[in-house]
């Protein structure tokens, strides 16, 4: 006798702490931006020249112009506040240098949320933001594994534990799944249950449905025609096969709000995290108004870290900033 439909809204950027007063979000993030900008480009070997810092100049006048229009500055500055803090911790929590179309932003260079030179390496902004193609900007963040909570941990405290969530994820029942739950209720024999589930071929980059199983497999169809209860399991499992078993939370997507999230979207507690988590899985909870952030733990930047510790032991310092990508001695192993 009820029906309730949400309403799709549009994103709804937090106001991030960092706009300085009496500026707009655009008129904070030029001004870092061009400050970040000169700043990279003294730090330059050899120093660039005059029509090399106007070229780059040039440039990060453009992306900023574009990100205005579009209206994401909020965004970029809510990334950078977050990158820029983790950088600036003692020791430093080791960031990415750039994933994806991301990195061909000089302005993300310049507000240090990449360390790759878009211009050097000739790449292309309008991969990343193109106005033609209007849509929420996305950068994957890849932070050191261990230390990923930390960041994590600074968005809540710098915008309101009632306003950042981790998002819901649901795992669905898959063929192997399927015909081990089913069995365990049908109160069949486990060795039974498990000989049968052990013939559906596991495949996580492709699942294998459980009718291609049978189909694929002469032995599951023997059982099946042989064994009346066989049968009645496979028929089951097929029927509860694809639906929804368990939450989790999504590895790496954080959605901050503008108002209490409460507000926004109905919420869940996990009992293994402080957090809260949205009910709504990631494309409804961006329908709903709300950006996401990737905060991608990479054990990579983990194993690069110690490395640089051992060697920081053995007297050798290493900016892994300034390591040369034309290194003879890499390409040859």
Not at 113 to 134: A, C, H, Q, S, Y
Not at 238 to 248: D, H, I, K, P, T
């Amino acid at each position: 006798l009820c029906a309730v439909m949400a309403e799709e809204k549009k994103p709804e950027l937090p106001v991030c702490p960092k706009v300085q007063a009496g500026m707009t979000e655009g008129e904070t993030l030029r001004a870092m931006a061009i400050e970040g900008l000169a700043k990279r480009l003294d730090a330059m070997r050899p120093a660039p020249d005059e029509a090399t810092r106007t070229k780059y100049g040039e440039r990060l006048d453009y992306e900023l112009g574009v990100i205005e229009k579009m209206g994401f500055p909020g965004y970029f500055l809510i990334v950078a506040d977050f990158i820029q803090w983790a950088k600036a911790q003692t020791p430093p929590i080791p960031v990415g240098p750039g994933r994806g179309s991301g990195a061909g932003s000089v302005a993300a260079w310049a507000l240090l949320i990449t360390d790759l030179d878009p211009l050097r390496f000739g790449l292309l902004f309008e991969r990343f933001l193109n106005p033609e193609r209007v849509s929420m900007p996305d950068f994957d963040i890849d932070f050191c594994q261990d230390r990923r909570d930390e960041v994590i941990r600074y968005v809540v405290k710098e915008y309101g534990a009632d306003r950042v969530a981790q998002i819901i994820t649901f795992g669905k029942l898959q063929a192997k799944a399927a015909v081990r739950d089913v069995g365990r209720v049908l109160g069949m024999p486990y060795g039974q249950v498990d000989k049968i589930a052990s013939l559906i071929p596991f495949n996580p980059a492709k699942p294998v449905t459980l009718s291609q199983a049978i189909e694929g497999e002469q032995r599951l169809q023997d059982m099946r025609d042989a064994d009346e209860q066989v049968a009645r399991l496979l028929d089951i499992a097929q029927q509860v096969e694809g639906l929804y078993r368990n939450a989790s939370t999504h590895a790496a997507g954080v959605v901050i709000g503008r108002k209490p999230l409460i507000e926004i979207v109905p919420l869940y507690r996990d009992p293994r995290s402080e957090m809260l988590v949205t009910q709504y899985s990631m494309k409804y909870a961006e329908a709903a108004s709300l950006v996401k952030f990737d905060f991608l733990g990479l054990k990579t930047l983990t194993v690069i870290e110690r490395a640089l510790e051992i060697l920081k032991g053995q007297g050798v310092d290493v900016d892994i900033a300034a390591i040369p990508l034309d290194d003879p001695k890499t390409y040859a192993m």
